[in-house]
Structure formats: C-alpha cells, structure tokens
C-alpha cells in the first residue's frame, strides 16, 4: 500500500477544473481544489449575465470529479519551500503537488476616474454588479463600453441587442486579433444593432456621467463599462516565485514552474518559456489537461512531456442571433476564412457549451481526453530555437 499522495489545484476555472479532474485517474493521488467561490464561473458567458440571458454559474457537483475536495477559501501565499498554502481564512494546507490555475482578471487601470466610476467585466461579482447599475440606470441611459477585444464586442453588442443605446470605444483597431475581413462582419453586425463605434481614440478619463476621449469629445455614459485589457493575480509574484512582466508564472515547456518541480501552471496565469499562450479556453483546457499530466509523470518517476498545441482560432458572440467564427493558421494569426451571422452564432453557442460538456466528461471518465503534442505551433518552435541559441551564446561568452 502506497502513501497518499495530496495534490492541491489553486482555481477552479476552466483550466483548473479539467486539471483537477484528470489527475483523479491516479488512485494513490488526494486532489484537492481551492476555489474563493462555491459555484464553478462560466466565464465566457459574463457578458450574458449582465442582461439575464444567462446566469454563467453551475454548481461544481456538475463539473468536478466526486472524489475531488473543494474548498472554499482564497489562497493568500504559496510557501514553496515547506510544501504549504496559506488561506485567507487563516487556515494552512499542505501538499505534494500543486497545480497553479488562478486565472486572469481585469487589469488594474490607470485612467483617472475609472475605478470610481466605471464597471470592470471579468469576474461573477463584477457581473452582477453591472447588471444592477443597468437596472438602475434604466433600458434608455446611455451605456459606454470600452475596449474593442472580445469581451467588449460581446457585451456591446449583448446589450445593444436588449435596446440600449451603445457607444463601443477602443484605442486600438476593433478586435484586434481578427483578420481584415471578419472585422468588417463586426462592423456590419455592431451597425445593424445600432452601436456607435469609435476605433482608434483613447479614454482619458471616465466621470460620473460621461468618458472623456483624447480627441476633445466627451461621450455621455450613465453606466460606463471597462474590457480594456487584462491581468492575471499576483499571488505567484507574491509568494516569491518567478514570473514574467504581467505576473504570469515563469514554467518551463512541460508548464513546471522554473523555481520548483513541484509547481505546475495552467491556463492565463501560466508563462511558458516566458511566452505565454493566448488567454482563452481553447488554450486553458488543454493546458490544464497537460498540467494534470506533467504531475503524473512526475510522481511516477516518469519524464513529463513538452506542451505544443496550436490554438487556432478565435468564436465571438454579437448578440444571440450573430456570431463570428474566425479561424487562424497553426500559429494563431488570424486567415481570411471565417464564419459570420446566424452559423457563427451557432458555433459560438455550441463550442460555449462544449467547453462545459468536456468538464462534465472528465468529472465521469478523468483519463478520456489527452492533449495531443505531435501538431506543433511553428511559430513557438522557432520562439524556443531562438531563445535556445540565445542561451548558448550567453553560456559560451561566461
């Protein structure tokens, strides 16, 4: 009889939840996932809450595996060195693997008036709080959002097609990682719901009743919504270990922290190579089912594997009718090929709630999916050449 072997997973997201679920497939493994909620976020589907089309929660019952603890609690410092997590409840936990999965969340914004006076959109908390400013505010008060990515393109349009009045403002060109020809699809769609769309000017400040932009126009906002970028929690930097410029965790290619082996990342808080991936699902998923695998082969004694999976596309919601699904090369930029209107919207509906149906899959039958290495990202690879050479030079002039 082999000792019991506890694993701890820090988040439940998506990334998290698939991790924990697939290292259940080890019998001698105690897995353990800490989570600041009760209730598993369907995060994609935020923008849907803020107007009730959807209420982007499932009890974890539905997702995680039965013989995985949940505890709920919010982890406030990793103690590499003695193998142990502080809790904000005061509480300490002891593990022999961790899987670090916390996720990403707004970034800390620097514009003045923003965090006064305008509504973030990347937690539940967050959500629901939009979502009573806008019942407050009432169906006719002017709405505000900025920032042109996918968040901001799915919640303008979300609350455009319930008959608000929408500006959507972005500093940077409209969906940024879409090709040429599926952002003009959004500009046609954002135009048939009536969003008024200013592309290519700043905010410089965001007031009670207005946002101020860097060409002298001042917009009216009675409810101002804020998607203009994101960061992930600090609770790596903060425990001392190494990560990159945002606060990702510095990983290796088989997503094991740089610092300790027993560390493995997953989802939009993990920096492998100090190149991190896009932050969506089609990456988290995969990378929390490769985390789950690096700690098995590691407490088998086996050597873990390299992670190199193309995410190869991007699907976005405009509303419940429209969609937009665009597909990309191998190395995740973005082709002329795309899918727009009602089949978009189709896609988007089924691939939101096929990310749901994989939890619900390895919640049942852990060991069903695996991450297939051998289609490789020819972009990383030559990343990974570079960063190798570079390495090599710097060793031989020492």
């Given at each position: 009889m082999t000792d019991t072997t506890q694993v701890v997973v820090v988040g439940g997201g998506y990334a998290g939840v698939i991790s924990a679920n697939r290292l259940t497939t080890d019998p001698d493994f105690q897995v353990t996932l800490i989570n600041p909620r009760p209730s598993f976020v369907e995060r994609i589907r935020l923008h849907q809450r803020t107007v009730g089309t959807h209420e982007a929660v499932l009890d974890f019952a539905e997702v995680l595996a039965p013989t995985v603890r949940l505890t709920v609690d919010a982890v406030t410092r990793i103690d590499a060195g003695a193998r142990t997590l502080e809790?904000?409840?005061?509480?300490?936990?002891?593990?022999?693997?961790?899987?670090?999965?916390?996720?990403?969340?707004?970034?800390?914004?620097?514009?003045?008036?923003?965090?006064?006076?305008?509504?973030?959109l990347s937690t539940l908390e967050e959500a629901t709080a939009l979502n009573a400013a806008l019942d407050t505010a009432g169906p006719a008060a002017p709405v505000v959002v900025v920032g042109g990515g996918a968040t901001g393109l799915e919640t303008a349009s979300e609350l455009a097609e319930h008959g608000r009045p929408v500006s959507l403002v972005t500093a940077t060109e409209l969906?940024?990682?879409?090709?040429?020809?599926?952002?003009?699809?959004?500009?046609?769609?954002?135009?048939?719901?009536?969003?008024?769309?200013?592309?290519?000017?700043?905010?410089?400040?965001?007031?009670?009743?207005?946002?101020?932009?860097?060409?002298?126009?001042?917009?009216?906002?009675?409810?101002?919504?804020?998607?203009?970028?994101?960061?992930?929690?600090?609770?790596?930097?903060?425990?001392?270990?190494?990560?990159?410029e945002v606060g990702r965790l510095l990983t290796d290619e088989t997503l094991t922290s740089v610092d300790d082996e027993r560390?493995?990342?997953?989802?939009?808080?993990?920096?492998?190579?100090?190149?991190?991936?896009?932050?969506?699902?089609?990456?988290?998923?995969?990378?929390?089912?490769?985390?789950?695998?690096?700690?098995?082969?590691?407490?088998?004694?086996?050597?873990?594997?390299?992670?190199?999976?193309?995410?190869?596309?991007?699907?976005?919601?405009?509303?419940?009718?429209s969609g937009v699904l665009q597909l990309a090369r191998r190395d995740d930029t973005a082709i002329a090929a795309h899918v727009g209107g009602r089949l978009g919207a189709w896609f988007k509906k089924t691939i939101t709630a096929g990310n749901v149906a994989s939890l619900r899959m390895t919640a049942r039958l852990p060991g069903l999916l695996g991450v297939v290495t051998t289609v490789q990202d020819p972009r990383r690879a030559r990343l990974l050449a570079d960063q190798s050479r570079a390495a090599a030079g710097t060793a031989r002039a020492d």
């Open positions: 809790l904000a409840s005061g509480g300490r936990v002891l593990y022999d693997y961790l899987v670090y999965a916390v996720g990403s969340h707004s970034a800390p914004a620097t514009v003045p008036g923003v965090r006064e006076h305008a509504f973030p969906g940024p990682y879409l090709h040429p020809s599926a952002r003009r699809q959004v500009h046609k769609q954002l135009d048939r719901l009536g969003v008024s769309v200013l592309d290519g000017v700043a905010v410089t400040a965001v007031g009670p009743g207005s946002v101020h932009l860097a060409d002298g126009r001042e917009l009216p906002a009675t409810v101002t919504v804020w998607t203009a970028g994101f960061g992930v929690p600090d609770l790596a930097a903060r425990s001392g270990l190494s990560t990159d560390i493995v990342a997953a989802g939009d808080a993990a920096a492998p190579s100090g190149a991190p991936y896009r932050m969506c699902c089609a990456a988290a998923l995969p990378l929390g089912v490769h985390a789950a695998d690096t700690v098995l082969c590691r407490a088998a004694g086996r050597a873990p594997a390299p992670f190199s999976v193309p995410v190869t596309g991007q699907c976005l919601s405009l509303g419940r009718r």
